[in-house]
């Protein structure tokens, strides 16, 4: 799992974002793990993304491509995870 802080949500990707995905900063294709999240950001919106980078979009150069994204409001995930000693991190 990968963790992108303080990510600012924007409005042109909102606008071409589909229901199973949309562009983070222009250069990770974040596939959602709950179809449609991207109706529940706003333009503006801070966030962190958590995601599993399956690798590298075979669509466009140089960006990646993350399965089971999730956008979580800034500041909610602290790394390392307590507890973990930033050796590993828990899966669900």
């Not at 924007?10 to 793990?33: H, P, Q, R």
């Not at 999240?37 to 399956?54: M, R, T, W, Y």
Request: glycine share 12%; net charge negative.
């Amino acid at each position: 799992m990968f963790v992108f802080k303080n990510i600012v949500i924007l409005d042109s990707a909102l606008k071409f974002a589909t229901d199973t995905y949309m562009w983070v900063n222009g250069v990770i294709e974040c596939f959602f793990l709950t179809p449609g999240s991207a109706s529940q950001l706003k333009a503006g919106e801070v966030v962190d993304v958590v995601g599993i980078d399956v690798g590298v979009c075979k669509d466009y150069t140089g960006t990646l491509m993350f399965n089971n994204c999730v956008f979580l409001p800034a500041g909610s995930v602290q790394l390392p995870a307590p507890g973990s000693g930033g050796a590993s991190i828990p899966g669900y």
